[in-house]
């Protein structure tokens, strides 16, 4: 009977994924041809969706059907025992929280995130803060009801990073933290434009939307995004959405900044080839699907930097570059600058225009604040102070507006607390990685010096997007290498890739 | 307690409406912008939720409600009686289906079209004969459950045009017949190439795909297309879809046909205009809603042929066609030889590419074979043999392949009997509705010499679009001219426009 139930629950719960994945359409439609007016009927219609497939999923018969197959679960696939384990620990999720919490933190989330744009606009964070107060009691409050058992902070981090805690963050993030500050300093030393002739402002150059709609569809055709089953549109924010057969990323293109939607289109493409090459045979169930935020971050991130800001890679591509965009050629700019102003380390305020290396403090930063604010360490009234502090501390740079230091991202206003460590996860998780597949495929930069992608895609195809969420993402890690998740691969990847770069 | 009542079933019933308004959205990106393979995704999708909306919709307690708010009509207003009235009807219509008549019904006419697509290329009619019967078995049970006291085809009819019955039809049809018979002898004598020197061949000219959309571009503007709340795209066969504030067309650019695409746009806008224009205090109730396929066809009609081929707004566009198409230069067409051509009648075998005035004869055909086979005057055995007499005698044409004749159109393969007839209905409210807006507006003639639309476009608005459902068509013809719809004014306005143009 219990194949029965499976049976039974599996539909149930693939229907749902699929009316998921209609509603991530509507959301790309929204952010891509909708016409501007249709805002307020598309909010009605995805919160309306949303909420009936909030009802179809926390029916109690749900639970008796996934009870039922855990009972018996020596009927069941390995597979299906773990899709069984995946959907009980959602629901479990959706059930616990009562409904009124859940419209109050809807409604203190859309309320926050309203008051923070205008607060940014006008760099006063005391504008926000009685409402964020407000937005972290009411996490707190559901942090408990998920479990209450475990530290909050703990529970906020597995809805986006399952099975990983604060404490294993502190660990990888520890070291890394050394590690980049000291080759900050190292790279600093060096990039100073006057000594090295580098300058990041040589890549603005004038350019049109068809020079860059074309450096996209290049790149679009070097990773091997099949145009029968996914798409390049253009947005005010680069993303990926959809599923399996269709799945479609966008970008931005701006003005004298041909290599800014270079990488941006990059990034998404990583993110997409995930999408694109989960097991067929368990699409629409948890096992077809991707496992992790961290694990997602670590492709985009392993096609943009380590692939596609590598100096082998971008020397078979800069000639293409000139040849599409004519500005750089005015600019002569040797390849060697290119290399060097691709990757150029330099502190800064802003997290999403921050390089490979120093990115990770911006997310060091974020994350300490976060774990100290819920272990009560600190409290909203210090956000901008510590964030000050920290700012100056790791990456050397005064702030002097909100705007450009607690006020900057949308996340914690938003709601989304434990989110932000899952992008240098996804940098460790990337080193990790790249070590294994060096060891597999040593020649692995001829390749891709000469635009061949394929060999390095289908390793990352069978070893990371056909596990699906076989795996909890450490898990996954430990496949993949042998070895637990840790940052010293990373950390040694970027020692030796700027070492070569800037000599030291 | 009925208000009450009435609010509780309106939110449902609003909910669901916006629900099926997601799935038209779905359904748009599936023929514009979804990569081909997602196809069979999209598929699952839509039909996942579209079982959900239709479970949410006969749920008991909605017709308890319904039944509560009928009881105390007293305590309602106008608007809120009809629309009760409204979904009343669609409730009962959903609900006296046995959901395996439904499951039956719906297989079927996925097989026997998929079948007639074959079939077509084939051209075979006994291909899909056996299966075309069994749906048509299907469809008269449907009927009978609908409404056991009524025959089946003034069911049917009623789903597309409510309240309208095949006698009415004949009625309005007979005259049409004899009409359109009359006035297409006269130009088929006037018509003669040789002696008018008009060719509708002539409007074949080289152009760009760019052209034509900088044509179209031109249309939505004079037609007053707001762009914040639609858009133009192209798809292989023209539709229109969205409602409210989102409301989208396309249209097709084929190689040399500038006017193809010209006037599908006008047809599509007409269409457009009309949902964009609903009475913004009742969006989202029926009364706020379009009120049947014949309406909706009128107002692609009006501003397809009634105003966009009047020879006066020919006129007005002919010298910016020529800028935008300079091919036409080329030919050196003068605007007499433009106008005919545009307003060429000649009688032909397929539907979708007849004039103005033959279009009705392919409609009044249709309508009377189904008439006639719902009546069991004759058989599926009988259709091709019976569709070829009706094409000789009414259009002169001899059918020698099923897929030029009874194999033609999709919709019956579909399961869609009744709709045919909406589609010369609304030629006729249209001529009804020209009638009464010509006493109102004695100078419109003028107002489009001069590329003027805006006071034709707010006498839509006022007389058709405000209105919604607060009327069944045939209440709003009569409200708007004074008289139940009768042909006699489109047959008067066709007479009179060709008269004019071929000097009889």
Redesign the interface.
Known sequence: MSKQDYNTIAKRMM?IK??S??VS??HW?SKT??????I???G???S??SR?IHE?FVKPENGRLLDSCIKKSDELSEVENRNVELWKRDYDKATKLPSDLVQKLSNQQVLTENLWEEAKERSEYGLVKPEIKKLIELTKEKADRLNPEQNQYDTLIDIYEPKVTAEQITKYFTPLKEAVIKLVKKCEGQCDRDIMGIDPDMLSVECTQQQQQKLANFLMEFIGL??????L?TSEHPFTT???????ITTHYLENDPMGSFYSVLHEAGHAIYELNLPQEHLWTPVGDTVSLGIHESQSRFIENIVGKNPTFIEYYYPKVLDMIPGFRKKSVSIEQFVRAINFVRPSKIRIYSDEVTYNLHIILRFEIERDLFAGKITVDDLPQVWNEKMDEYLFQEIEEDREGVLQDTHWYGGAFGYFPTYSLGNIYGGQMLHAMQEQIPSWKQMIARGDFQIIRNWLIENVHQKGSLYDPSDLIENISGERPKPQYFIDYMNHKYDKIYGF
Chains 1, 2 share one sequence.
């Open positions: 229907d699929y009316m994945n209609a359409i509507l439609d041809y909708m016409p501007p007016k249709g307020s009927q598309r009605a219609q995805i309306i969706l009936n179809l099949n145009p029968e089953k996914s798409r549109d959809g599923y399996a057969n269709d799945v479609r």
